[in-house]
C-alpha cells in the first residue's frame, strides 16, 4: 500500500516537470505524460517497478479517463448527423479498421487464438485524437468552418465505433454468435438501467445536492463506480460500466454542471492514466520503431484512401475532402485506452501496445504540425490534384461559374461568412433587385450549391488566389467587399486584398473589414475606401438594448425584431 501510494505521488511529480517542459516546447501535454510514465518505469530509471503498482494506475486511470469521455460524448451530435457526415464516417471507420486488420494479418501478428494483436492495432489505426485535433482547430478558429464539422462529426462516430468494441472485447476469445448476442444483450441491459436511472433518478438527486459542489464530485464518483460493479456483475468490464455511466450522464439536465465540477479530476486521472501507459513502453528497438513506422504510413496513407474520395464523390469539392483527411491523420488517446484494455486482458503483446504508443508520440508531433499549416497543404495538394486531372467544383459548372462571361458583376463579395450571409438577407428584404447584381466569390461547397439554389450569381475559388480574383472580373467590379476578418482567412488578409483589387481597379469602392482599431488605419492606407468593425455595430445594438430597458421599452424593441429574425433565410444559420 505504501509503495502505491509512493509511486503515485513520482507518476504525479514527473508529469508535472515533463508537463512544464511541454508547455515551453508547445508540445501537447500527452505527450508529457508518456515520456514522465517512460521515465520513471521499467524502461527508465526504474524509480517504478512494480507490476501491480502499474496496472492498478493504469486500471484506475483507465475507468476514470472513460467516464469523462462518456460525459463528453454527446448522443444528440450523433443522431443529428448530416449525411455527409454520417457516410464519411462508417466509410473511414470500416475502411481503416478493415484494411489495418488485413495489413496486420499478411505482417504475421495473430488474429485468433487468445491473442488480437491485429484486431486490437486495426481498431487503433482508425481512431484519431479528439484532444489534439480539437485543440489545433479552436486555435485557428476552424471548429465551425465546413472540414471542421465534418471532422468533429468524424470523430464523434469513432467514439461510437470505440464503445461498441469495448462492448465486444471480452467475448473476443470465445466469438460464437450465441456469445455475440449475449454480449450484445448484456450492453442492452447496462445501457438501458444506466439510461433509466439518469432519466428519472438522478436530476432529483443532482437538483438536491447542486448546492453543494463536493457532493457533486462524489455523486458523481459514485455513480460511476455504481456501473462499473454492474457491468462486472453483467460478466462486461468496469471499464465499459465507466464509459456507459459517463454517456447516461451527458444526457440529463445536470451534465454540464457534473462535468465542470469533476474537471479537476478528470485532469488527474488522464494524466495517471498516460503515465502509466508510458510505462508500459520499452526501449524502442529496431523492430519496435520499425513497426511503428508502418502504423505511421499506414495512418497518413489510410485516411487518404477513405477520406478524401468519399467527400470528393458527395461534391464537397477538392480543399473540403483534404482538409478532414488532413485533420484525422494521427492515433487517438482512445487508441491507447483500446491497447491498454488488451493488455490488461493478455489479448495483445506488450510489443504491439510499445509499437502504438510509440507511433501516436511521432504522428501527435508530426500532425500538429501538418495541421496549423493545413491550409498550405491543402493548396498544394489542391494544385496537384488539379494537374492529375481531378476536377473541382469551379470547373464541374462551367466557365459562367468563373466570372469569364459578359455579364459584368458590379457588387463582389470576396469571402462568404455569416456577416455575408446577413448581409444578403438584408439586401434580399430591403432591396431584391439589387441582389441580381451581387456575385459571391468562396470555396465552401455548401455556400456555393446553396447560392446557386438561391439564383445568386456565385463563383467557387479561393480569394487568397490572384488567378481566382482575376477570372471573377475583379477589374470590372464597382463595389467589392471583403466581409471576412482576418482571424478567419486562409491565405491572404484584408490589406492584401485591398492592395491588389486597388492595383487593378482604381475606380471600385473598396469595403474592408478589420478586427481590431489598429488594423482600421492601415486598410485606409491601403486605399480601402471603408473599413467595418464588427464589434462598433455590437456595441450600438447594445446602447440600443440598454436604452430601451431603461426606459422600460425592452419588450417592444424585443417584439420589433423578433419577425426580422423569424422570417430570414439564412445561408449560413
Known sequence: MHELIRDLALSIMMAWVMGVAAHLARQPLILAYLVAGFVLGPSGFKWIHSDESIRTIAELGLIFMLFMIGLEIDLKKIIRAGKVIVITGLVQIV????????????MGLPFGGGQWD???LGVGVALSSTVIIVKVLYDKRELDTLPGRITLGVLVLQDLFAILFLALQPSLNDLRIDVVFLSIARVGILVAAALLVSRFILPYLFHRIARLPELVVVGALAWCFLVGEFAEFLHLSREMGALVAGVSLSTFPYALDVTAKVTALRDFFITLFFVAVGMTIEVP??????????LIFFTFASRFVTVFPVL????????ASLLPAINLAQISE????VMQVGILESQVSAQSASAASFAFVVLAVLSTFIMMRSDGFARWGVASLKRAGLRDLDQEHGEDDHGDGHDKRRILLLGFYRTASSFLSELERRNAALLEHVCVVDFNPIVFHELKLRGVKVAYGDIGHIDTLTHV??????????SVPDSLLKGTTNEKLVRYVRGVNPTAKIVATADVFAQVEQLYAASADYVTVARLAEANELIEVVTAADAGLLDDLRSNLEPRLRDRREVLP
Do not use: H, P, T
Not at 528497438?285 to 508502418?294: E, K, L
Not at 482512445?334 to 485506452?337: D, G, K, P, Q, R
Not at 467590379?477 to 471583403?482: G, M, W
Open 334 to 337: 482512445f487508441s491507447l485506452v
Open 285 to 294: 528497438n529496431g523492430a519496435i520503431i520499425a513497426f511503428a513506422a508502418v
Open 118 to 120: 491485429a484486431l486490437y
Open 95 to 106: 475502411g481503416c479498421w478493415g484494411l489495418g486488420v488485413l495489413l496486420f494479418v499478411l
Open 473 to 482: 472580373g475583379i477589374a470590372d467590379a464597382e463595389i467589392i467587399i471583403s
Open 312 to 319: 470528393y464523390g458527395m461534391k464537397q469539392g477538392l480543399r
